[in-house]
């Protein structure tokens, strides 16, 4: 069984940082893409940032130069580091993975997803 589980959400001030950690389980991490999405509330989830298995990245371009995805698959997780956070920032994130090797910012054709992690930015 395919598990994903987010950690290292929290509240913070805008111009701080944050790093959330997605830990996989049940599936061959390094075989497949990770992807990081979030949803604020009323709003669709979007995507933010994903990693290949060549561990190629791609970004959002309203986190390009601030949000750094990486991948350790000795560990089995995939990382979200955010720096200069903003309040627009702010939503619950969430970790992916699919049955491919490349990253895609459709959501349906991500299949496993995580409970997720709250990200608050506000002074």
């Known amino acids: 069984q395919v598990q994903l589980e987010e950690s290292g959400g929290g509240l913070v001030q805008p111009g701080d940082s944050l790093k959330l950690s997605c830990l996989v389980t049940?599936?061959?991490?390094?075989?497949?893409?990770m992807g990081w999405f979030r949803q604020a509330p009323d709003k669709a989830r979007e995507f933010v940032a994903g990693?290949?298995?060549?561990?190629?990245?791609t970004y959002a371009d309203s986190v390009k130069g601030r949000f750094s995805i990486s991948r350790d698959n000795a560990k089995n997780t995939v990382f979200l580091q955010m720096n200069s956070l903003e309040p627009s920032d702010t939503a619950r994130y969430y970790c992916?993975?699919?049955?491919?090797?490349?990253?895609?910012?459709?959501?349906?054709?991500?299949?496993?997803w995580g409970q997720g992690t709250q990200v608050t930015v506000s002074s």
């Open positions: 992916a993975t699919r049955d491919g090797t490349t990253v895609t910012t459709v959501l349906a054709s991500w299949g496993y």
């Open positions: 049940g599936w061959p991490f390094g075989d497949y893409a």
């Open positions: 990693i290949s298995k060549n561990k190629w990245t």
